[in-house]
């Protein structure tokens, strides 16, 4: 078995990656932030390894006697956005975690990347889609392209990496409390599920269930070739706005409750939405999409990647959502 260093380890889908690692017998370590809880990491036999995403001395300490690196740590897409931050965590972290890879000699390291500066106006996204030759221009966007864009240039020369991204993420975690904060989906659905969320803004989301883009980044670190990217993603049938993907699971629940959507033309028309919501999720709500939104036939064939259909995947939340409550 290997040595698995794992970024962002009590994240939502870094936690999902530890979990599923240890359950295949690797050796795992985490790199965790000063103050976080990181217990149920230990209870999984988890190794924490204390420090920043944004120091080079503390990521190059933590990749040190690593075999692999699954690197998960981001600062996400939520309404308020430090674009200093996002480039600290996002472009900076990757940089750290990249120059350690090639000072150790890691023999792979995969990524998780975003949708979101990928063109896929007219033609699906797949494995193959190339940049937005104009991209957004929100924090988060700006920094996940530019760490994207600096993984594939080190994979040209020679380092051996790739990219997994995931739709919108969901789904129990192993750490409950990282997998419940703002802007999480978990945190959307408990929301719905108590009638204090009304309503959320439009555009197709292809949706991850966490456990499934797990397994796919194990996936990419067994089989994975350099310099691709993979999709994790469910079936292109389950691409919904958040408003259906939440009323699904109200359905599930039993809940008559009911969400409504947030549409473009009402973000221009009230500018203090765009302010709740965020530029990242104002700028998809403006954006064309195509029909199918994406084919992930490669990601499936390579990876044998199987994942949960959306309302299994839904149905699971929900009963560890009822249950994490209580």
Known sequence: MSTVLVTGGTGLIGANICLQ?????????????????????????????????????????????????????????????????????????????LDSAEKVGVKRTVALGTTTYFDYVDQPLTEKSTLLPQPPTDPYSVSKRAAFVELMRRAEEGLDACVVIPGGTFGPSPVPARAMVPPSYNLRIALALRGELDQDIHFPIPWSYAEDVATCAIAALERGVRGEKYLAFASPEDVT????????????????????????????????????????????????????????????????YDPLRLDEALRRTVDWIQEVAR
Do not use: M, W
Request: net charge negative; glycine share 8%.
């Open 241 to 304: 706005s958040t408003a259906e993907f939440l009323n699904c699971a109200l359905e599930i629940a039993g809940r008559n409750h009911r969400i409504v959507d947030i549409t473009a033309a009402e973000l221009d028309r009230r500018p203090e939405l765009e302010e709740q919501v965020g530029l990242t999720l104002a700028s998809l709500a403006r954006r064309k999409f195509p029909e199918p939104y994406f084919s992930s036939e490669l990601t499936r064939k390579q990876l044998s």
């Open 21 to 97: 690692l240890r359950e295949i017998g690797h050796d795992v370590r985490a790199l965790v932030r000063p103050g976080s809880d990181y217990q149920p990491l230990l209870e999984l036999g988890v190794q924490p390894q204390v420090g920043d995403i944004t120091s080079p001395e503390d990521v190059l300490q933590a990749v040190d006697g690593a075999e692999y690196i699954i690197h998960s740590a981001a600062v996400l897409g939520g309404a308020s956005q430090d674009p200093g931050e996002h480039e600290r965590v996002n472009t900076g972290g990757i940089a750290n975690v």
